[in-house]
């Protein structure tokens, strides 16, 4: 029986999209028993196990919701549908899909969600790797783009040196304007469950 695990990253920055991983993995994995949540391993260890999965996995999908869409929708209904998109991607179709967390997205396959599942579900460990790898990368990239605000070290997240450069160079395209932080420099007013 094929079983998906989900998890997401990228809920709580101010800048970039949330991205959401599904990951199915083989019963002969080498691996197994050493997928841990993302924030737990070292970057180097992360690092590895992203190139490990990306070979091994038996199906993996990587899927993301916008800035644009989290403002619009707020960022639980974002990561839903971040994760709703990957599952949906999966080359193949799971049996069951086990999601990190207490919030359920809309699928039409049997799901359930597991409490600090990215500890206690090898499969959703796998999607929280996958999903921080990719999304770490991605926020490098921005980076480039628009290198005055370091999204390449903090990831988008309120540390006191992105906030000094938002205060400093304002608002970019890639900064989640419904977020309170950025709301307040823009003059606009901020989703109160933020």
């Known amino acids: 029986m094929w079983v998906a695990g989900v998890d997401e990253v990228g809920r709580g920055p101010l800048a970039g999209p949330v991205v959401a991983a599904a990951v199915m993995l083989r019963g002969d994995d080498p691996m197994l028993g050493r997928y841990r949540d993302s924030k737990k391993l070292s970057a180097a260890r992360r690092s590895r196990l992203y190139h490990h999965l990306r070979r091994h996995a038996a199906a993996r999908a990587v899927a993301l919701a916008t800035v644009e869409e989290i403002d619009r929708l707020n960022i639980l209904q974002a990561t839903l549908l971040a994760m709703q998109r990957a599952v949906a991607r999966l080359p193949v179709t799971p049996h069951r899909v086990l999601i990190d967390g207490n919030a359920l997205p809309q699928l039409t396959l049997p799901a359930e969600t597991v409490v600090g599942g990215d500890d206690a579900v090898q499969q959703i460990a796998a999607a929280s790797i996958l999903a921080k790898e990719v ?31 938002l205060a400093r160079l304002g608002v970019s395209p890639v900064h989640r304007r419904s977020f309170g932080p950025v709301a307040r420099l823009i003059g606009a007013s901020a989703d109160p469950a933020r």
Request: no cysteine; glycine share 6%; charged share 30%.
């Open 135 to 165: 999304r770490d990368r991605l926020m490098r990239r921005l980076h480039h783009h628009f290198p005055g605000y370091d999204l390449h070290r903090h990831k988008g997240y309120p540390t006191r040196a992105h906030l000094d450069a």
